[in-house]
């Protein structure tokens, strides 16, 4: 077993041509060369094969066959489609499954995913274990950041300094930056709907009436997050033109996709300028003083590094030593602003479109909601926009959106933590330094706490109503738990909020049939196609 474990690819093959002499003498015939090769690779998988299936720390859990390399894990993340394999996995072996490998361990399929209620939350919760080496491949500028860090220390720093800006407080600043984005919006679909040729830059020009609302909802929430963390927004909703959305979501995908596919670094570079603009962003606003002052995110970060600075908590002037310490660097200003961008715009606008999605399918659900949000707008003049004041606390709007994302929920494919000790979960050992994925989905989908798991039931979410059991505690996590949830959760469902209720009592909507609905995970989840087209009608002017 050690001799099988220890081998290295290099020891085996030498090994190998000491064995056969008559091969080391024939080494100048090409067909000899490719007979020890092959033999070497056959020889060497069944090497691995056979170590990792039963003598490895892990051969005692449940697994199917591409748990045992590379090429599965790598298929699966390079084509964003992880989370169609892994529910079947589940069903087939059990709550804790051997998934896959991760290229930093070259021996052992060291990926377990977890869909036991108890150890999601011993995970996320009492345990809080860190965040795992998959994480590093979102650091930019080779920096931690609150979002990638895996030091704990480092995590409750920053996490300190940024999270009182998405206090309820703050958050209600932002309200009307948003409601100038959503007033664009209202234009853009009206001008849309009355000539579809008025489409720009080659895009798809649909039949009148009908809206690509998917692809509104990214540009919408790329605007809201660039007013907020960069104070100008990229006029995705306007033009759809930007650069730098664009090729930042090419960027983080293709970064996502070497973690697990190395290879991919020799063929194909990251492009990283979108930090060029980030940097420029915080330092337009820097330069423009006192009389640039506006309340956003960005401008809380300036203010929290000033602030640091005066408290004497300022940098030390030592980069690695500030990074490690979580200081709020230059540096770290311009990284924590492309972080909330990365966060904070994909996750949200996949939400609504989704909301929608299953809203026009299930037309009574929608009916409902119409009434609930008319009612709780009916005191505002024509044409002019709900405010967060009116649509906060609203019943069935909650139930709506917590209903849509239990069923698709951003983290499809589970969340990354690395396991600091030998523990048990869901009855099996997983020793120190596994990675497991908390694979929220699974529980989200599981009968047992969600009857009819596949139905779109929005009462289930009100108690007097439902006509299931109340939802139990710890078995929706949308946004994750611990230490490590959602810093921006109050700012998404401000945003899903305003925007569902404005959509939903300014048109009337209708589902158009025949679409593709699949969805792919890079970091978070989006609408493969990048479409989904919806049938729209103003109601009111
Ligand atoms: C519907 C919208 C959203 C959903 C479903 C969502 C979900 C999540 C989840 C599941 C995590 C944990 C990720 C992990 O453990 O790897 C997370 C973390 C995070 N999210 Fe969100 N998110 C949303 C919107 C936002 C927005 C709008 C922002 C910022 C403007 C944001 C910023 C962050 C940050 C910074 C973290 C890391 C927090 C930490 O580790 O302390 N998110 N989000």
Partial sequence: MAVLSTLSNWTFLKALLEKYPRSLADLKKPRAIVRILATFVVLNGLRKLIYTRYFDRLSHLPSGLFAFTYFFTGVGVYTGRSHYFLPKTHERYGKVVRVGKFFQYPYTPNIVSIADKDAIHDILVASDYPKSEIHEGLELYKQHSLFSSRNKDFHKNRRRLVAPAFGLQYLRSL???????????????????????????????????????????????????????????????????????????????????????????????????????????????????????????????????????????????????????????????????????????????????????????????????????????????????????????????????????????????????????????????????????????????????????NKFVPERWIPEESPFPPVQDFTFYPFSAGTRNCVGKNFAMMEIRLILATILTMYDIEYVPGQREDYVQFITTAFATESYVIKMKRVSV
């Fill in 175 to 453: 309200e009307p930056i948003m409601a100038d984005c959503i007033h664009l919006l209202i234009q853009k679909i009206d001008e849309l709907l009355k000539d579809p040729i008025s489409v720009k830059n080659g895009a798809k020009v649909l039949p009148k009436g009908q809206i690509n609302i998917c692809s509104f909802m990214n540009r919408l929430s790329l605007d809201i997050i660039g007013e907020t963390a960069f104070g100008e927004s990229f006029d995705m909703v306007k033009d759809d033109n930007h650069p730098i959305p664009k090729q930042m979501a090419k960027s983080l995908k293709r970064s996502m996709q070497q973690t697990f596919n190395p290879w991919m670094r020799w063929f194909i570079p990251i492009d990283y300028t979108f930090i060029d603009f980030s940097v420029e962003r915080v330092n337009v606003r820097r330069q423009a003083g006192e009389a640039g002052r506006r309340a956003d995110l960005l401008q809380f970060l300036i203010d929290a590094q000033a602030s640091e600075r005066a408290s004497g908590n300022g940098e030390t002037g030592d980069e690695y030593a500030d990074m490690i310490a979580g200081k709020l660097t230059d540096r770290a200003v311009q990284t924590e602003a492309l972080v909330f961008l990365i966060a904070g715009s994909e996750t949200s606008s996949t939400a609504i479109t989704v909301a929608l999605m299953f809203l026009v399918k299930n037309t009574k659900a929608l009916k409902r909601l119409r009434e609930e949000l008319d009612q709780a707008t009916a005191s505002n003049p024509s044409g002019s926009l709900p405010t967060y004041d009116q649509v906060r606390k609203l019943p069935y709007l909650t139930a709506c959106i917590n209903e849509s994302m239990r069923l698709r929920p951003v983290a499809a494919t589970g969340l990354p933590r690395e396991v600091t000790e030998d523990t048990v979960m869901g009855g099996q050992k997983i020793p120190k330094g596994t990675i497991v994925l908390a694979q929220i989905a699974q529980l989200h989908y599981n009968a047992d706490y969600f009857p009819e798991p």
